[in-house]
């Protein structure tokens, strides 16, 4: 079934007022909206709107209330279905279902916004459920009749429906088609997002994965709500020449580039004679993806640089310095350097902030004046996703508060290893089994959760307990692999409304770092990976409305007013 789109929620609600009376009772009792546990929830019983004014009369009921009934032997009238990701395969837990009562307002234009659990959405919604770790929802005491409006949330991720008829004391599945997350703008709500590209990790090339249109990444010029911009990504190459086979570079380990093999007279020529063993040290001046390419009858453009993103109090240059690592200038090491110029950070534009690995910290473009501005916006309530090289956001410098929500080691490679779920708190619980559902994990004979993975790093030994550990190393005395904090820092739980989450697992690593988008996205048909359905999940999660993990979420109750 393809159902449409409502133009206008409340207009749908008020022609069903015509609904025949035998199908409607009049107000009485109110539903208490809570969970029942299974992942499932709705307005208790079949009860439908109203309540007592202070002479103990009851109040006629409105709208859709009007066709909530009550079955006989308990039954209840249910939608049900599946939540899926934007690309329709993937499940998806948490989300919010309901039936609105009255006009969905738009999300605000203003920017980011506090977003904490506990309050109703939009629209008035007087039946509620979310989704279990199998993306699978029930909603009951639905109203009978035509045409009966639906919402589907997760943050501010939203898609409206309208379900074109609701039997009486029955369930009514839907389409998979049509309890998928919207794939772009004319389909529904996404969030607005900022993405940096990089030089080891292109993120850019995952939310194509997740089913978003390719018309929905722009620059911030641009209408479409994924903003990319140009990650630096500054770095230098150990490289021994060898004559094996042919005459050639090739890259090795930074120790086999010491200063008594570089620092040497250069020898004449463009390469050296054909002997081997002759070291050099070649900067690179690349970034990551600069353009997107051309479509849809709009030209190609070129990404802003990151640094206009997070604001730079001054300009300045960053790149690899021969002198300031021990080494002579010359032909045997070459320095690189790209400036920059100062700029306002426009974080507080955006939704959620994703920062894609560089391949190095590159802590030139991001002064003092960039750290605090990104965590005011964390504050506020925005959403940050930091990948590897991004920990410097966190760890550095020594006076930085952030760096306190983690134990914080020496970068190093651990290579593709078996990583394993902690489900030591309700969410986790949920996230393993969501993995394994979406064949990305499997459960060992002692219960645990474990799931195959690749290209890790080691840069977190631990996390505070203001922190939340989701995937960690056991092989490696339990090494963070992906964890999380909310905001403001030391605050209260209800007085926290922003997020910002940390993974040492290159995500996207098998895409380019480089070039132009979406042709640096080479796997887009491969499906997605691993770490890539684990994202899935925790992108979501950063998402979604903040609350205590340790706690299952709960379904909002219906409004009755």
């Known amino acids: 079934m393809n159902y449409p789109r409502p133009l206008n929620p409340l207009l749908a ?5 015509s609904v025949p009376v035998a199908l409607t009772v009049a107000c009485g009792s109110i539903g208490d909206g809570d969970s029942d546990g299974s992942g499932t929830s709705g307005s208790s019983g079949n009860t439908f709107g109203g309540d007592n004014d202070a002479s103990g009369s009851t109040r006629p009921c409105e709208g859709l209330e009007c066709q909530q009934v009550v079955c006989e032997n308990g039954g209840t009238t249910s939608l049900s279905g599946t939540v899926y990701a934007p690309n ?8 919010i279902v309901y039936v609105p009562n009255a006009p969905v307002e738009p999300f605000p234009t203003t920017g980011v916004t506090c977003d904490v659990c506990g309050t109703s959405p939009s629209g008035r919604p007087i039946a509620t459920a979310l989704t279990d770790p199998h993306g699978k929802f029930t909603l009951t005491n639905v109203p009978v009749g035509e045409n009966i409006p639906l919402v589907i949330q997760i943050g501010k991720w939203r898609r409206q429906i309208t379900v074109p008829s609701v039997a009486r004391c029955t369930d009514t599945p839907l389409a998979a088609v049509e309890t998928r997350l919207p794939r772009n703008q004319s389909e529904g709500d996404i969030p607005k997002v900022a993405l940096t590209t990089g030089g080891a990790d292109s993120l850019e090339c995952f939310f194509r994965k997740l089913g978003v249109d390719q018309s929905e990444f722009t620059t911030r010029e641009g209408t479409g709500r994924i903003h990319l911009y140009n990650g630096i990504r500054r770095d230098a190459r150990c490289q021994r020449w060898t004559t094996q086979g042919r005459d050639r570079w090739v890259n090795r380990d930074w120790d086999e580039c010491t200063a008594e093999r570089i620092n040497k007279a250069p020898w004449s020529g463009t390469n050296p004679p054909n002997a081997d063993n002759q070291y050099r040290i070649v900067a690179t001046n690349n970034d990551g993806v600069d353009t997107i390419k051309a479509f849809n009858g709009k030209p190609a453009a070129t990404l802003p640089p990151a640094t206009d993103l997070w604001g730079s109090t001054s300009g300045g240059s960053s790149g690899f310095s021969c002198a300031a690592n021990g080494f002579t200038e010359g032909k045997r090491c070459t320095s690189s350097s790209k400036t920059w110029q100062a700029t306002t950070n426009r974080l ?3 939704d959620m902030v994703v920062l894609s690995c560089e391949g190095a910290e590159n802590n030139g473009t991001k002064d003092d004046g960039a750290r605090a501005a990104l965590r005011d916006y ?12 991004h920990y410097t956001w966190f760890k550095n410098p020594d006076n930085n508060p952030l760096q306190a929500t983690a134990t914080w080691v020496n970068n190093s490679d651990r290579g593709d290893r078996t990583t394993r779920i902690d489900t030591s708190f309700a969410k986790g619980q949920a996230f393993g089994e969501w993995l394994v559902a979406a064949d990305a994990a499997t459960v060992d004979g002692s219960g645990n959760t474990n799931s195959e993975m690749t290209q890790l790093r080691k840069n977190v030994s631990s996390v505070a307990s203001s922190s ?7 092989g490696d005395n339990n090494a963070v692999k992906f964890y999380s904090f909310n905001m ?3 605050s209260a739980a209800e007085a926290q409304c922003g997020r910002a989450v940390y993974t040492d697992i290159h995500v996207s690593s098998g895409d380019a770092s480089g070039g132009t988008f979406p042709d640096n996205c080479t796997t887009l048909q491969n499906g997605l990976s691993n770490q ?3 994202l899935l999940f925790l992108m979501m999660d950063l998402s979604s409305c903040i609350q205590d993990d340790s706690a299952p979420p ?3 109750p219906p409004v009755v007013k």
């Not at 609600?13 to 007022?17: E, N, Q, S, T, Y």
């Open 378 to 389: 964390m504050s506020a309530g925005g959403r940050v996703f930091n990948s590897h090289f």
């Open 554 to 556: 709960a379904a909002p």
């Open 88 to 95: 329709g395969t993937l499940p998806l837990y948490n989300a």
């Open 488 to 490: 403001p820092l030391g």
């Open 13 to 17: 609600a008020l022609v069903l007022f």
């Open 532 to 534: 890539e359905k684990a």
């Open 348 to 350: 507080k534009d955006y």
């Open 468 to 474: 939340r550990r989701w995937i960690y190393e056991p």
